[in-house]
């Protein structure tokens, strides 16, 4: 089922759209619905492919994220010394 929109759509961005639709063959609100999709998918997060891939002494990074990227900077601005 699809349900009909009207947007107002600056120039320069429905001049993409025109030019996207051009180049691929496509109409302009097949190459908007696809924006529009691809606007709403989740992004894959390239690191999630290395979760549980090895052992760490750390077992809890994801409760003390903060806490551990916050000491290593200050380890890493303070030249290596603990305060």
Known sequence: MTH???LQIPDE???SVLLTAQKTGR???DVLVGLLAQSFQQPKDPLLDLAGKFSSPL???GSRHDQLL???LLKETRGGERG
């Open 4 to 6: 009909p929109v009207t």
């Open 13 to 15: 961005i429905f001049r």
């Open 27 to 29: 109409k302009p609100e």
């Open 59 to 61: 077992v809890d990074v």
């Open 70 to 72: 916050g000491e290593a």
